[in-house]
């Protein structure tokens, strides 16, 4: 069979990139604006080089106007979720997902699966206040695509040429393309707290997401101690976080840490493909989380890390998950 052409094949191969950056209208009737980057890796803490290997997100959040279809939508949805988006936000991520052994060629039987992943996706922020606190409930769906077509294959290989680190030989085994649409909420109940000038907030939170990437039910519990903020920031597979401070300027902090357990009924980076035959392992329906990290700001700029470990997610795991997140944020 004559292969195809590199151009074309290059082409089908970035179009899926560029209709999942069409997900990201601009911010008409919004205020507010700020856009961060974070970047996600388990070399920030721990020797290893595998499993979740690291992640970019993009993100721009917003508080929208009333004519914004963001806050159009939050108020035509049922009573219940979310009746105002007090802030929204825009992403776009990528991530790269191997085995712990990158240097073989062969198919790892029982480590995880070689996947790419990019996705745009779009979230709600609603605040009710209540005695003593607030309640958030956060809102998302995410639209992208798993397999090749991600060129996670492509990228890491150059950055470990470029860092001369060990060359990804496995991609071959990766799981194929594969459309992915999912949605998620979560809902987090703060108590607050004045404490040595400071505030101390805590609580307990829900989610569940549906789609053919995640379907899950967790329950977790979140504190904070610091200058006022919005949120912690969230760690994958948990929905994306409208972590932030409120309004201010000068210098401000706040460390935070937090317990999160997972009922995993879908995952298909480790179930493999929905539709058609790839590698998959045995999966974990009951998974925990532990994290922690502070965050810092000056005037319009923020920086947050988040260092997390993950139980075993899979039988025949070696070793705990452990990854961070560096995220730094614009006000603009």
């Known amino acids: 069979m004559p292969r195809p052409c590199p151009r074309f094949y290059n082409a089908r191969r970035i179009l899926p990139l560029l209709m999942v950056a069409g997900l990201l209208p601009a911010t008409a009737n919004a205020a507010d604006e700020t856009f961060s980057l974070e970047v996600t890796n388990d070399g920030m803490i721990s020797a290893d080089d595998g499993h979740y290997t690291s992640g970019v997100k993009f993100e721009l959040g917003f508080t929208p106007g009333q004519a914004h279809w963001t806050q159009r939508l939050a108020q035509t949805l049922p009573d219940g979720l979310i009746e105002h988006a007090d802030r929204a936000q825009y992403r776009l991520v990528h991530q790269i997902y191997t085995p712990n052994n990158i240097e073989a060629t062969e198919l790892i039987e029982d480590d995880r699966p070689y996947a790419g992943l990019v996705y745009g996706g779009v979230s709600l922020y ?3 206040p209540t005695t003593g606190g607030h309640t958030t409930t956060d809102l998302h769906l995410d639209v992208g ?23 990804p030989q496995g991609w071959d085994n990766q799981i194929n393309d594969e459309a992915v649409v999912n949605l998620g909420m979560r809902r987090q109940w703060w108590q607050e707290i004045p404490l040595a000038g400071k505030q101390l907030a805590f609580g307990p ?10 379907t899950y039910a967790s329950a977790g519990y979140s504190i904070r101690f610091g200058d006022e903020a919005r949120s912690v920031p969230n760690l994958s597979p948990g929905p994306a976080s409208s972590a932030g401070f409120t309004d201010g300027g000068g210098f401000r902090w706040y460390v935070f840490a937090g317990l999160e ?22 999966r974990r ?5 532990v994290s922690a990290g502070f965050a810092l700001a000056w005037e319009d700029w923020q920086m947050s890390f988040a260092a997390l470990q993950r139980s075993d997610e899979f039988r025949g795991q070696q070793d ?4 961070a997140a560096l995220t730094l944020s614009k006000r603009l």
């Open 261 to 282: 357990g997972y009922y995993m009924a879908q995952n298909l980076l480790l179930d493999g493909n929905t539709f058609s035959s790839s590698h998959s392992v045995d």
């Open 126 to 128: 609603g605040e009710t």
């Open 145 to 167: 695509m798993v397999g090749p077509s991600s060129l996670a294959d492509s990228i890491q290989q150059e950055v470990h040429r470029l860092t001369d680190s060990d060359r």
């Open 285 to 289: 329906e009951w998974v925990g989380d």
């Open 320 to 323: 705990p998950d452990k990854f």
């Open 205 to 214: 939170s829900a989610s569940a997401a549906l789609g053919n990437l995640y």
